[in-house]
């Protein structure tokens, strides 16, 4: 990771029907995301027992993870997430260290400047 994170933004779900519509929303909204100054990189996690499903963006400050936020195809996305999705919890965290390898698990993350 190019810096270590300040903020990480946690978006844990029950998969519902996820149609066309859904993918290509959900990848839009990863690409734009990605391209934001302050985005160092994400994961994402899934539990077979439960059925729940975990996406984890990293941000260098509040401002970048406010970018993604207001974003008018995440504004989208939020409003008909009833349409492919059960119930969900949302989980924006100060990182205060990272321990270990920092890039273990994560994808897409920017190449150093």
Request: glycine fraction near 8%; charged fraction near 25%; aromatic fraction near 10%.
């Amino acid at each position: 990771m190019n810096t270590q994170p300040k903020y990480s933004s946690t978006f844990i779900f029950e998969i519902g029907e996820l149609d066309d519509a859904f993918h290509r929303l959900n990848d839009e909204i990863a690409e734009r995301a990605r391209a934001i100054p302050g985005f160092l990189g994400e994961e994402e996690w899934h539990n077979e027992t439960t059925g729940l499903h975990a996406e984890v963006y990293y941000w260098s400050s509040m401002e970048a993870l406010r970018e993604l936020v207001g974003m008018d195809t995440h504004r989208i996305a939020k409003g008909r997430n009833g349409e492919w999705l059960g119930e969900y919890r949302v989980v924006i965290s100060e990182v205060q260290t990272v321990y270990g390898n920092p890039t273990l698990g994560l994808a897409h993350v920017p190449k150093e400047a």
